[in-house]
């Protein structure tokens, strides 16, 4: 073997389990169903359910505080004017979403990301620091990389592929509401057709969320499209909350951790993220040294 890698592994600092869920909400009219998932496509719909015509995706916007005598039932009246096609509003008491979008009278489809801090790069460390980046052409002293060699090298790239894959996968989730009726995860639903439209309302408790990485919560990014809609080349819309929103007794602790973390973060040093509602926990994606063989 001619020297050092590193490899990626998922470490979890003391328990990462999300807290159980708190208190039900009472069940009102007109629940409808809520599927989640953390793929990146949702379930294809085949025949008139299709909805590839649609080439736009809903317009969204955000806010930071429920509306006053917030009920689950499909009507938008207590949000007000709404500022774009899809609402979603984060509090401390989860996420609720309403809206009405075009095309989408057999349902919605919402996807859903908070920024996910970048792994550590994967190399060798440098003798002025830094990180000379694992490739499988030549070994670290700069010579041709043996046909062995190179073959656990590409396997090494491959699980880090696939470990990159599920950590962004941890800051991602999508729902759908719809006609058919229950409600799934914690969660609640309202949904009615109005002629070719959907309109819904959707509110989601704190554990169903993705994990997030900053504190307060400034932003997501989201896409929204009738349900069975092929997902489009259009990007996700960035939406905002505020001045951001803080969860738990110490979101300021976690808020000085998390800027001292992105002011002074060294190469190697893990990436880190939490779940809401978890006042407790960290949740770590570092390197594990290690030789290729």
């Known amino acids: 073997m001619n020297g050092p890698r590193f490899v990626l592994m998922l470490a979890v600092c003391c328990s990462c389990r999300p807290p159980e869920p708190g208190g039900r909400v009472a069940p009102e009219k007109a629940v409808t169903t809520i599927t989640a998932s953390a793929a990146d496509d949702p379930v294809e719909a085949s025949g008139a359910e299709t909805r590839n015509e649609v080439a736009a995706a809903a317009t969204s916007a955000g806010r930071d505080t429920f509306p ?56 060798s460390p440098l003798r002025g620091g830094g990180i000379a980046e694992l490739n499988c052409e030549t070994t670290w002293d700069y010579q041709p990389m043996a046909p062995d060699e190179r073959e656990a090298c590409l396997a090494t790239l491959g699980v ?10 941890e800051f991602h989730r999508e729902w ?18 109005a002629g070719q439209d959907g309109v819904f309302e959707l509110l989601l408790p704190l554990e169903a969320l993705p994990m997030a990485s900053e504190s307060p919560i400034r932003g997501a990014a989201v896409f ?44 190697g040093a893990p990436a880190a993220g939490y779940r809401l509602g978890d006042d407790e926990h960290w949740v770590l994606a570092q390197r594990a040294a290690g030789w290729l063989s």
């Open 160 to 169: 880090a592929t696939s470990f990159a894959q599920s950590w962004t996968s």
């Open 68 to 123: 006053t005598g917030l009920t689950i039932d499909g009507q938008l009246g207590e949000w007000g004017a709404l500022e774009a096609d899809t609402v979603f509003a984060l509090s401390e008491r989860g996420l609720a979403i309403a809206g009405r979008v075009r095309g989408a009278n057999h349902g919605v489809t919402i996807a859903f990301d908070f920024p996910a801090m970048d792994l550590p790069r994967l190399g």
């Open 224 to 267: 929204v499209r009738p349900k069975g809609q092929a997902k489009s080349e259009l990007p996700a819309q960035a939406v905002t909350f505020g001045n951001g929103v803080s969860f738990g007794k110490r979101a300021a602790l976690r808020k000085l951790a998390l800027e001292s973390w992105n002011a002074n973060i060294l190469e």
């Open 176 to 193: 759908e509401v719809g006609t058919d009726a229950s409600a799934l995860g914690g969660g609640q639903a309202g949904f009615v057709a």
